[in-house]
């Protein structure tokens, strides 16, 4: 295998799907893709900031001329539209090695079939055209999100790199390292065909049932890879944290939010009548349930998770003795909840926690609204 095995035309596609040479003619169409969900905001992509879509074009010529990478758009056939981007990269052709990576989606496409059908096209090209002995893929430690999506590939994890690389913001990252043999690939092949047959992926019309579970042994570490985001790592504690301080409360009643059977977000509320002693020492309101904490993974946000999590602790709520109101704050940052908590009924009270602005429905509008949705 060598580096002319990439030509620049090279072009592949299926399902509605075409990877084409990323161009200098797809600047305005990567600047359309970026903004859909505002992706340059999180800081463990390497989706490119407005303005810096020539930039990030160029960079990519820079590494074909190099021999070490071959840049793709992600394109909508029956559109035309730009869907992201996405790359072969540190090509190392004596040991018949590729990697796959500056992958990124709109977010009106993610949670989709596109990154399984990309994912296939790529792989499938660099296993079974250009003889590779094994296909590689690296993230970021905290882009669980990212590390998801590579172990559904059927990728091995190979271990991390200690404080290897910068993340956009200057944070220094671990770089978490995964890789497919060419033995491996035909099982991985006929999982992600099988999984493309049967619309194995959510689709953005789907409308999945949204639970509140008991966090167990099984989902517990799926629950504290989930990411909120750039804005919502500022806004929220992590899920980890959020556990930690669980387990010294008995008042605290964590649950994983699962849409279907996929833990999408976390929710923590605190019910003062499991503990009214402790309530009293918190100076909690004794006729108040609390959502504590409430986030959805980036990659599962725009679906609804989020209101329908509460819509659960509502009914959690009605059920409780004693219970007159349902209370959360917000941090006031650029992109916080405050809109859709309005949107639910939430008004806020006038009081503050810190900095954070407190918000309340009253159970009777609760019960209203539960109506609405029977």
């Known amino acids: 295998m060598s580096n002319p095995v990439w030509p620049s035309d090279v072009v592949l596609e299926r399902d509605g799907i075409r990877l084409e040479p990323l161009a200098l ?179 953005a019309d789907a409308s999945p049932k949204v639970q509140l579970r008991v966090i167990t042994a099984d989902d517990l570490i799926p629950i504290l890879r989930l990411n909120p985001g750039a804005v919502g790592e500022r806004c929220v504690a992590t899920n980890g944290v959020s556990l930690a301080q669980a387990s010294y409360s008995a008042n605290a009643v964590p649950r994983a939010i699962y849409a279907d059977e996929q833990p999408v977000g976390f929710i923590m509320l605190y019910d003062p009548t499991l503990d009214p002693a402790l309530a009293a020492k918190d100076e909690a309101k004794t006729d108040a349930i609390d959502v504590w904490r409430l986030m959805v993974d980036f990659k599962e946000q725009g679906h609804g998770y989020g209101s329908a999590a509460m819509y659960e602790a509502w009914r959690y709520a009605i059920n409780r003795p004693g219970i007159k109101r349902v209370r959360l704050s917000y941090v006031p940052t650029e992109g916080n909840p405050s809109p859709a908590y309005k949107a639910l009924g939430y008004t806020e009270t006038g009081e503050k926690d810190g900095t954070e602005i407190i918000m309340e429905i009253s159970i009777d509008a609760v019960r209203e609204r539960l109506k609405v949705l029977v």
């Open 25 to 203: 003619s797809h600047e305005s169409g990567l600047r359309e893709a970026a903004a859909d969900g505002e992706l340059y905001k999180i800081r463990v992509t390497s989706v490119p900031e407005p303005g810096a879509e020539r930039a990030y074009i160029e960079a990519a010529f820079k590494g074909r001329a190099a021999g070490d990478r071959q840049a793709f758009a992600v394109i909508e056939t029956a559109t035309g539209r730009v869907l992201g981007s996405t790359s072969y990269h540190d090509i190392v052709a004596v040991a018949k090695r590729v990697e796959i990576g500056y992958t990124w989606y709109r977010k009106s496409v993610q949670s989709s079939h596109v990154n399984t059908t990309c994912k296939l096209l790529l792989m499938q090209h660099a296993f079974e055209t250009l003889g590779c002995a094994v296909v590689g893929w690296r993230t970021s430690h905290l882009n669980f999100a990212s590390q998801r999506a590579i172990e559904k590939l059927g990728a091995k994890r190979d271990g991390a790199i200690r404080h290897h690389a910068p993340h956009r913001d200057g944070t220094i990252r671990d770089t978490v390292i995964y890789s497919m043999l060419a033995s491996e690939w035909p099982a991985a092949k006929e999982k992600l065909e099988k999984r493309l047959a049967s619309g194995g992926y959510r689709s």
